[in-house]
């Protein structure tokens, strides 16, 4: 009973309640498979009490973060009385258990649009499907978010600064549905595997799988814009854990969806759909077991923590590496498959090489981050850097480019070379064309050009596709083109962006121009924190030609937690971004603090203090413990103009009122210097010089990033093309179950 | 043309680009050591320590962050330059890992880029009772 004495009972009960009503929902499934048509009925309707029951403790847990009820553990580790509202539902998924929690509430409504659109298939692909929202409920229900402390705070710990960002308040709940719309394809290959009926599930989960692609396309999209626009170290992609652990799901997702196109056109994929769903989603598992168990915790920036699930991780992990395992050899022999017919020079030869390329960059991802693991055994663990990702993707992206090129021309029934050069003549003289330009522009790097030209090949062939077909009215057909053009436009804004921007550290003295290349950076003033706006600093940023801006880098202090927070200031140009990001802020405020025997420097001015005088007017410490008025003398060094001489600066304290006094001590070369506070504990003396001419500091990098705005403009194309390739292929599905071919 | 000659041309991209993959992965690895390790080390490695109170400071003539990371076993020290930007609540780091390599001339161990671990970053920390 102590147990339940620790539990917000109202949203603890309905868990247990989706755990009774998922599980009844399995049985009522596993009674129609067996045979009981009627059960079907009770399956539904547990699944829809099951669905209501997640609702209800996900709403108690948002009241409780609204209520900023203390008393509950998870609500006072991410909440605080001073957290504006909308960042109680950053709040919601700022944990481990309210992101588990959000991961199960899509998963679950996911579910009910998949009961509806699983056809005769419902059975089995409901069953498998519960059985992976039942590995979240049990983490749930283990590491209960209702959890109560056995005393109420008045106050929570708050909100990680770094999360208060309207990017982080939409960003994590988006990857989470592409996390949770993976398992739909993997429960669809799983039933039909166990119900050895092979034909119809590919056509049926194509959709879904499009739909988790975009999504989490979205998500990453979102992830890296958010790194770029806050965090300040200028890049949108670090190769860190945490990132890669949604890149692997999602190339795997873009394979699967190739593979599925395959199946659909060709007959082919067959048997390697199935894998190629189980990898998507156990690769969501595998990262989740990454970035969650703690066993990168000295490797990832996002230093996640292992809060006692890393066994039941593990656990999960092996039940959905095993029981796929299990239905892919005993029965991926017996899927019927076409023979590889096609010719060379065809689109199936090429799409399979595609396919196999983007695996292997999944796979080598994959085993990059692992690599702590792997190496584990070895005499001491490492990681690898950002270097061997840029290194072994420079081969991948330069053959995915030149196949993004070549696909477009080539036909299934497949081609003379001489024909596929014929068609090939417009797209490739605008790739050479673009090639010679950027080579007079920057470009040196014999490999670079090759690149250029590939990844413009690939722009420019595609684009004729996706034009044509605009010109016959069948834009629907085009999404694939469409992506591929994005494909090709993100691999020219990376290659833009990241080995060729230019980078300076630079100090700048308040309201001294100071020039860069050809700007010149004028830091004008610090401006205080408003209602609406942090601590800023502003730069003016003359680009030459009377084209003027102002920069707004921020620095500021989180209240609660005393960190230093950043942001820096993006300047959106057509072919570049000036990235401006704070590094220090000196505000020339004359001002020390000094531990005993260390040294400061203000203004031109040395300060050593050497200890604390308590002889100065009686005897401290007597004076102290009688309660009389105390003097403290500060003994300090001060060097100036080359010659040092000793101060003495005091500090006088009367503890029947509280009142201080700190008489100024002169500086022999001019200038005043005052004891402004003690710090007993440290034995540190905290210090204030007047009239000696110290002017504000700023510290920035200014980076420009060349074509950055491909990067994020590419993606946007690669995901409109999918957006318009999954609404044909839902419209495909409609009506291929209208006219009962699916069945 | 051969499909045989395809297949085992593909097999042979394939197998150059496992081993390149491979290389790429031992040359761009780097291990944790202890500090005396890294010392020795003539390659990139990544050490770990508690950041030493009020040793940050930020040279301006070297545009570079320069700290003291102590080893929280041994109480070993070592010198650390980074030129990066400098992480958000870096000041209040309970734990630092820095990746970079020794410079043996300047004695110092020079940072690519800096793991910083804070208190309740992303987790909060276990707390069951409190006064």
């Known amino acids: 009973m102590t147990y339940l004495s620790h539990l917000y009972l109202p949203g603890a009960l309905a868990l247990w309640c989706a755990l009774l009503f998922a599980i009844a929902a399995i049985w009522g499934y596993s009674l129609v498979l067996r045979g009981d048509a009627s059960a079907v009925i009770f399956a539904r309707r547990a699944y829809n009490f099951f669905a209501l029951s997640v609702l209800l403790a996900a709403a108690v847990l948002i009241l409780l973060l609204l209520m900023r009820d203390f008393r509950i553990e998870y609500v006072y580790q991410y909440s605080g009385m001073d957290l504006p509202g909308h960042y109680q539902f950053a709040a919601f998924w700022a944990g481990q258990k309210g992101s588990f929690m959000i991961w199960l509430v899509w998963g679950t409504l996911l579910g009910v649009g998949l009961k509806r659109a699983a056809g005769k298939a419902e059975p089995s692909v409901m069953g498998f499907y519960l059985l992976t929202l039942l590995g979240l409920l049990f983490i749930l229900v283990r590491e209960n978010p209702f959890t109560m402390l056995t005393q109420t705070p008045l106050d929570g710990q708050g909100l990680n600064p770094l999360l208060q960002d309207d990017w982080m308040v939409i960003h994590p709940p988006i990857m989470f549905i592409g996390y949770a719309a993976s398992a739909i394809p993997f429960a669809f290959a799983m039933a039909a595997l166990w119900r050895r009926d092979y034909d119809g599930w590919a056509a049926r989960a194509f959709p879904w799988a499009l739909g988790g692609f975009l999504v989490l396309g979205t998500a990453i999209l979102m992830g890296g814009y958010w790194a770029y626009k806050t965090l300040g170290w200028g890049g949108y992609w670090g190769w860190d854990p945490v990132e890669n652990a949604s890149l692997i799901p999602w190339l795997f997702g873009t394979v699967m969806i190739h593979g599925l196109h395959m199946e659909r056109t060709r007959g082919r994929y067959r048997r390697a759909n199935y894998v190629l769903a189980a990898l998507t989603y156990v690769s969501v598992l595998y990262g989740t077991f990454l970035t969650r168990s703690g066993v990168l915790a000295d490797f990832s920036v996002h230093s996640f923590v292992d809060f006692g699930i890393a066994g039941y991780l593990i656990g999960l992990l092996a039940v959905f590496i095993l029981l796929p395992a299990y239905l892919l050899i005993s029965r991926l022999p017996k899927v019927p498959t076409n023979r590889n017919e096609d010719p060379f020079l065809s689109r199936g030869t090429f799409l399979v090489l595609s396919t196999i390329t983007v695996l292997a960059a999944a796979l080598v991802i994959a085993a990059g981050t692992s690599a702590p693991i792997l190496t584990r055994f070895m005499k001491s663990p490492s990681q690898v850097g950002p270097e061997f990702y840029n290194r072994v993707n420079l081969p991948i992206a330069l053959l995915v480019a030149f196949l993004l090129g070549l696909v477009p021309f080539l036909t299934w029934r497949g081609e003379a070379l001489t024909e596929v050069l014929k068609k090939l003549r417009l797209s490739a003289g605008l790739a050479l064309a673009v090639t010679v330009l950027s080579a007079v522009a920057a470009v040196r790097d014999p490999l670079y050009l090759v690149f250029v030209f590939l990844a413009t090949l690939a722009v420019a062939s595609n684009l004729e596709k996706v034009v044509r077909k605009w010109r016959a009215h069948s834009l629907s057909g085009a999404g694939g083109y469409l992506a591929h053009v994005g494909v090709g436009v993100i691999l020219l804004g990376i290659l833009a962006s990241s080995a060729y921007d230019q980078s300076t550290k630079v100090t700048l003295e308040q309201g001294v121009p100071r020039k860069l290349g050809d700007m010149t950076l004028t830091f004008t003033r610090y401006l205080a924190r408003t209602a609406s706006e942090k601590e800023r600093l502003e730069i003016r940023v003359d680009r030459g030609h009377g084209s003027t801006y102002l920069a707004y880098p921020k620095m500021f202090m989180n209240d609660r937690t005393r960190q230093l927070m950043v942001n820096p200031d993006v300047h959106s140009l057509a072919l570049k971004d000036l990235y401006i990001s704070p590094i220090e802020y000196d505000p020339g405020q004359p001002r020390l603090e000094l531990a005993k025997g260390k040294t400061g420097t203000v203004g031109g001015l040395e300060v050593r203090f050497v200890k604390f005088d308590l002889q100065v007017e009686g005897n401290a410490m007597a004076q102290m413990a009688a309660g009389k008025p105390v003097t403290i003398g500060a003994d300090l060094e001060v060097t100036q103009g080359g010659i040092t001489r000793p101060v003495k600066a005091l500090y006088r304290m009367n503890p029947a009122d509280g009142r201080v006094e700190t008489p100024p001590a002169a500086l022999p070369g001019g200038g005043r210097i005052v004891v402004s506070g003690i710090n007993a504990s440290s034995g540190a003396v905290r210090l204030d010089v007047s009239g000696v001419s110290n002017p504000a500091r700023l510290s920035v990098d200014v980076t420009k990033k060349p074509l950055i705005n491909l990067v994020w403009g590419g993606l946007y194309v690669v995901l409109l093309g999918g957006i318009l390739a999954a609404i044909k292929r839902v419209r495909e599905v409609r009506i291929r179950a209208s006219i009962g071919e699916l069945e | ?131």
């Open chain 2, 1 to 131: 043309m051969n499909k045989k000659i395809l297949y085992v041309l593909g097999g042979l991209v394939l197998l150059a680009f496992v081993g390149f993959s491979l290389s790429s992965f031992t040359k761009a690895m780097t291990p944790y050591v202890s500090y005396e390790q890294a010392r020795s080390a003539n390659r990139m490695v990544q050490i770990a320590g508690a950041l030493e109170k009020g040793s940050s400071s930020y040279v301006r003539e070297q545009e570079a962050l320069l700290f003291t990371l102590k080893e929280p076993k041994t109480r070993e020290i070592l010198r650390v330059r980074y030129k990066g930007v400098k992480p958000a609540n870096f000041e209040d780091a309970i734990s630092v890992v820095a990746i970079g390599q020794y410079d043996e001339a300047a004695k110092e161990f020079q940072a690519n880029k800096l793991l910083v671990k804070c208190p309740s970053k992303y987790q909060g920390a276990e707390v069951r009772t409190y006064s």
